[in-house]
């Protein structure tokens, strides 16, 4: 029997809002990020005074201000990731301020440990209650979204549409930066390398679109396409994102996706 093959690229996506302000990711001491729950391990760097890149190692990281606070931002950092408007006060981070980290503003150790440095001058960035931060993979790359080992550029997965076993609605507390509310979707599949295994492929999304993602995945099935993979998401080296839309496959971003990875039940 026929069957269309379905593609799933990887976006590693971590969001956080953490009401005791501490300047540790993923928890109030060091706590590893796990491919499982960000889907990207953050590779190891020591922040250096002068590196003032947000992206080299293909992830990015983001802190939205809950409140007005001052001395408490890097005094260098004068741009509004979002709007691409000047801060009022570099070092003063407003209400509803989005700022993008530099490497100089955050430490990676101990496998995945990821540290914001405390404001000092022109580096850092000093984490109040209620911040929210979200680390996004912004490209597929051999560090950042590694998958299984170094070695992968991803842990990019297809199979046949025939293991598709269902749709889990998850609920998720959480926003993207620019403020728009997301859900997240579990995918399940069997295993297609014949161990019965189930395979969860995790997708962060525009919040309430839950039914046109089913009904994305009833068209991949029904589409009658076999000479090649559907492409659900995909994540190039140069950022480039592929998507297959929403149940008319029209190829945009029509579901909102922010993360996609694959987990194991």
Not at 4 to 10: E, L
Not at 139 to 156: I, K, V
Request: charged share 20%; glycine share 10%; hydrophobic share 35%.
């Amino acid at each position: 029997m026929k069957t269309p093959y379905i593609y799933f690229g990887q976006k590693g996506y971590y969001y956080e809002s953490d009401a005791s302000g501490d300047q540790e990711v993923g928890g109030d001491s060091a706590t590893s990020l796990t491919l499982a729950g960000a889907g990207l391990l953050p590779v190891d760097h020591a922040n250096g005074a002068s590196d003032d890149s947000t992206s080299l190692d293909a992830y990015r990281i983001i802190i939205k201000a809950a409140a007005g606070t001052t001395g408490d931002r890097a005094n260098d950092n004068t741009t509004d990731f979002l709007t691409g408007a000047l801060f009022a006060a570099a070092a003063n981070p407003a209400t509803g301020d989005v700022t993008a980290l530099r490497r100089k503003d955050y430490d990676v150790a101990n496998t995945s440990q990821v540290t914001i440095i405390t404001a000092s001058g022109a580096v850092g960035y000093d984490i109040q209650n209620n911040d929210k931060l979200w680390l996004e993979q912004v490209a597929r790359h051999d560090a950042a979204g590694n998958g299984p080992s170094a070695s992968n550029l991803s842990s990019a997965f297809a199979y046949p549409m025939a293991n598709f076993m269902g749709a889990n609605p998850v609920a998720y507390a959480g926003e993207h930066y620019d403020g728009t509310a997301l859900d997240q979707t579990d995918l399940y599949f069997l295993k297609s390398d014949g161990t019965g295994g189930t395979d969860i492929i995790r997708i962060i999304h525009t919040a309430n679109k839950y039914p046109d993602l089913v009904k994305t995945m009833e068209a991949i099935a029904n589409c009658g396409i076999y000479n090649r993979a559907i492409t659900f998401y995909d994540l190039d080296i140069n950022g480039l994102e592929t998507f297959a839309g929403g149940p008319s496959l029209s190829g945009a971003n029509d579901l909102g996706i922010k993360g996609c990875w694959r987990t194991t039940a």
